[in-house]
Nanobody, 128 residues
Framework: QVQLVESGGGLVHTGGSLTLSCAVSGRTDRRYTMAWFRQAPGAEREFVAAIAWHGLSAYYTDSVKGRFTCSRDNVDNTADLQMTNLEPEDTAIYYC?????????????????????WGKGTRVTVSS
């Protein structure tokens, strides 16, 4: 049974940084795309970033470009989302999700429907 577990959320001030982590278990095949989504209060879940299985390419939604960075460790089967210069608008529950379908090359956003498995989320709150 595949499980994704996020960690690293918390409360930070505007301009601060956090690193979210996602640990994947239950499947030995590392050739999955890892994506991060977020859902702010009263809003729909939205795509944030995705990284290809090899870690060489990633795609970011415009609002986080230059501030967020995806990385992954296929030995430990984990992925990180480094978030810097956080803004109150980044306040949300952040979810990691994995997709084992054919190759993703980091040139487009992922959709909710693309993803096979989801974590339960970790809350990020940015105070002004």
């Amino acid at each position: 049974q595949v499980q994704l577990v996020e960690s690293g959320g918390g409360l930070v001030h505007t301009g601060g940084s956090l690193t979210l982590s996602c640990a994947v278990s239950g499947r030995t095949d590392r050739r999955y795309t890892m994506a991060w989504f977020r859902q702010a209060p009263g809003a729909e879940r939205e795509f944030v970033a995705a990284i290809a299985w090899h870690g060489l390419s990633a795609y970011y939604t415009d609002s986080v470009k230059g501030r967020f960075t995806c990385s992954r460790d296929n030995v430990d089967n984990t992925a990180d989302l480094q978030m810097t210069n956080l803004e109150p608008e980044d306040t949300a529950i952040y979810y990691c999700a994995a997709d084992w379908s054919p190759q993703y090359n980091g040139t487009r956003p992922m959709t909710i429907e693309d993803m096979d498995y989801w974590g339960k989320g970790t809350r990020v709150t940015v105070s002004s």
